[in-house]
């Protein structure tokens, strides 16, 4: 096929969607997609359309995850299950170094994994902001992260946009959805209309542009486009919660000792859940082990949470010795000091920590309690110190 322009719009048909995996693998990137594990859509490596949850759907609530199935053999008729891209990007447990013991003392081994070239395929727009907000977090700072930056170099981005909202999603309040805005090389909106079944596909790089080279694709035409705005329209007026941003920062930061604390502070479990399953908590910890001769040694980089009591050790104990600092310290973090530190904000709506929280804590729920008898300061606040 010709050479399409960045800023084309194309629709694919679905019996030629499965060239575009083809295409891809063909150019030596490893397809991660979503498919069906254990009761819930997770990411992993698929090598054919028919490995996507075709037909399935999951309904989602506070505290509630359940895959349903669909008439209408949609590929991405679902949002967002319990792991994010993260998870291939700076992934739960990464060797960081290991060393043998030798004559003369200790020998570091050359590391021998290559790394993979990742095709992402079916990133959701709150997904593709929170991938944007770890290059922020990682790479544009005076030090940049290895362990992200060797995933995150090349890698090749085909985004979905929602035509349908989730019941715990909140993406329209945060503005990262539900269309893609930016940094993705493919984004396509899946259109089925009786019979019709198509990929409207926005092209957004020069590399999405050669791959679509081999795929089979045809002129998107008004109506097609329309169709698809529509719909994305459609998921925005139907997002299942809402969150008000408005000089949230400066509410939070105002209202350190607000009761709503100690509320929440008796429901939560501390169990980390919703740090694990957040598409942007970037949190680890460093930790070595040896074998028993004390021969060979490691470095291993594993996740890590602020709900837990020894992230905040330091010398002589924990900083964050109750349940209520830890929620605290987390929620502020995300929505407010974050943007203190990464210009931006920590949570891109995609409603996991709802949905995953194990007693059903929701974080729009707690920010509107504090909101509706917090005081909004007339200036903009400092971070308070605990
Ligand atoms: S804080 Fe919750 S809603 Fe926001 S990005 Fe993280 S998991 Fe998603
Ligand atoms: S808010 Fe929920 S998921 Fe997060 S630590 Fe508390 S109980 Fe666990």
């Not at 400066?250 to 957040?278: I, K």
């Not at 407010?336 to 007693?359: K, L, M, N, Y």
Request: some cysteine; hydrophobic content about 35%.
């Amino acid at each position: 096929m010709a050479r399409l322009d960045v800023g084309s719009q194309v629709i694919i048909q679905r019996e030629h969607f499965g060239e575009l995996l083809e295409a891809l693998q063909k150019k030596s990137y490893k397809t991660i997609g979503p498919t069906l594990r254990e009761k819930a859509i997770v990411y992993e490596e698929i090598e054919s359309v028919n490995q996507l949850p075709v037909g399935w759907t999951e309904k989602q609530e506070k505290g509630k995850y359940r895959l349903v199935e669909r008439s209408d053999g949609a590929l991405f008729g679902y949002n967002v299950g319990p792991q994010s891209w993260k998870s291939y990007l700076s992934p739960p447990e990464v060797k960081l170094w290991s060393a043998r013991k030798t004559e003369n003392g200790f020998e570091v081994e050359e590391k021998s994994d290559e790394m993979p070239q990742y095709a992402f395929i079916g990133v959701r727009p709150c997904d593709l902001s929170a991938i944007n907000i770890l290059d922020r977090v990682f790479l544009d700072d005076e030090y940049q992260d290895n362990v992200y930056g060797e995933r995150r170099k090349g890698l090749f981005i085909v985004a979905v946009n929602c035509t349908e909202a989730g019941n715990t999603c909140f993406c329209s309040s945060m503005g990262t959805g539900p269309r893609s805005r930016e940094g993705y090389d493919l984004a396509i909106t899946e259109i089925i209309d009786g019979v019709d079944h198509f990929f409207v596909t926005d092209v957004g790089t020069e590399n999405g542009a050669a791959v679509l080279e081999e795929v089979t694709w045809e002129k998107a035409g008004d109506s097609a486009v329309e169709a698809a705005e529509e719909r994305i329209n459609e998921a925005a007026d139907s997002m299942g919660r809402d969150l008000d941003t408005d000089r949230l920062r400066d509410l939070l930061f105002n209202n350190f000792e607000h009761p709503q604390w100690h509320d929440v502070a008796e429901r939560c479990l501390s169990c980390a859940n919703c740090t694990m399953v957040c598409p942007t908590c970037f949190c680890h910890t460093v930790e070595e082990v040896t074998d028993l001769e004390g021969d060979h040694a490691e470095r291993w980089r594993i996740w890590d949470s602020c709900f837990t009591l020894g992230y905040s050790y330091i010398h002589g104990g924990s900083v964050r010795k109750s349940t209520l600092s830890r929620y605290r310290q987390w929620m502020t973090h995300k929505l407010a000091s974050w943007h203190d530190q990464f210009g931006t904000s920590g949570c891109v709506g995609c409603g996991r920590c709802i949905t995953w929280c194990p007693v059903g804590i929701d974080i729009t729920e707690e920010t509107a309690a504090i909101r509706k008898s917090g005081k909004v300061p007339e200036e903009k606040v400092d971070q308070p110190q605990p």
